[in-house]
Structure formats: structure tokens, C-alpha cells
């Protein structure tokens, strides 16, 4: 199993940014799709964006297309969201995840707060 450990969240004002940071241990992430999730008091899990680590294929939910970027490092076995733009709507607990292609079982992170303030 991989271990996630979500950190950079915290109270950012609506426009501004902020960077998220997943950091993975006891396996390699070459072989996985990772991705960020986001869920909001009272609401779903709902997927972010996701990318394949080889091929750095990359998706993004509608809601946040062009303002935010996922990233990976594999030097440092770690991925990133960099939020920009951010908006009241974003603010939720965010989730890093990690999978086996095409069908794996997610594992998970804790998870990082992020609020966006009006």
C-alpha cells in the first residue's frame, strides 16, 4: 500500500492562490494514476483532476479547468494542485489519491482543509 500525506491547505482569500502538496511513501508512483478529490461539508466526494504519472496524461473537473494545475515530482514521490482563482465554492477538504490503473482501488490521504474566504 501507498501512504498519502496531504499538507499546504489553509484560509486563502477568493482570487488569491494556494498550492497543495501530497507526498507518497512505501511504494513508487510510476505505475499510478493520481489524483485530487474534494469534498464539501454536506456534500459528496467529488473528483478534482487527476494525472497518469508516465505518460503525464492530465484531467480536470469542469468546475476548476483553467484554474488549476496538477502536477508530480519524482524526485520527491509527490504530487501537487496548484489552485489559482480560487473561489467561496472550493472551499472543502481536500483528498490525494492514488490508484492502479485502469481499475484499482483508491487509496487516500487524510486529507488538507482548504477555505476561500469572500
Known amino acids: 500500500q501507498v501512504q498519502l500525506v496531504e499538507s499546504g491547505g489553509g484560509l486563502v482569500q477568493a482570487g488569491g492562490s494556494l498550492r497543495l502538496s501530497c507526498a507518497a511513501s512505501?511504494?513508487?508512483?510510476?505505475?499510478?494514476?493520481m489524483a485530487w478529490f474534494r469534498q464539501a461539508p454536506g456534500k459528496e466526494r467529488e473528483f478534482v483532476a487527476d494525472v497518469m504519472w508516465s505518460a503525464r496524461i492530465t484531467h480536470y473537473a469542469d468546475s476548476v479547468k483553467g484554474r488549476f494545475t496538477i502536477s508530480r515530482d519524482t524526485a520527491k514521490n509527490a504530487v501537487y494542485l496548484q489552485m489559482n482563482s480560487v473561489k467561496p465554492e472550493d472551499t472543502a477538504v481536500y483528498y490525494c489519491?492514488?490508484?492502479?490503473?485502469?481499475?484499482?482501488?483508491?487509496?487516500w490521504g487524510q486529507g488538507t482543509q482548504v477555505t476561500v474566504s469572500s
Open positions: 512505501g511504494r513508487t508512483l510510476m505505475r499510478y494514476t
Open positions: 489519491a492514488a490508484r492502479l490503473p485502469p481499475e484499482g482501488d483508491w487509496e
